[in-house]
């Protein structure tokens, strides 16, 4: 099941994607799919027919990852009353 991220690469904007698994930290590179930029627009580096992609980890500042579903339903939110 794919989760979707924020990857913070060096020298551009952060951008959202969607990911398979969490990313081995002793590889050379992380694999995504789906990028876009945090307002949904193609991202301007990035060619519209390429499905999935490879960035290095050297490249990469760090990665957010958003709730899956399932975690969101694991969560106990309080509200006042």
């Known amino acids: 099941m794919a989760f979707t991220v924020i ?5 551009t904007d952060p951008f959202l994607a969607e990911m ?5 930290p002793e590889a050379s590179y992380v694999t995504c799919t789906n990028p876009r930029g945090r307002d949904g627009k193609n991202l301007v580096f990035i060619e519209p027919e390429c499905t999935r992609f490879m960035f290095p980890w050297h490249r990469i ?12 339903a694991k969560v106990e939110t309080f509200f006042r009353e």
Not at 7 to 11: M, R, V
Request: negative net charge.
């Open 7 to 11: 990857i913070h690469l060096s020298g």
């Open 20 to 24: 398979d698994e969490i990313p081995d």
């Open 61 to 72: 500042s760090f990665i957010e990852a958003y709730p899956s579903d399932e975690d969101r």
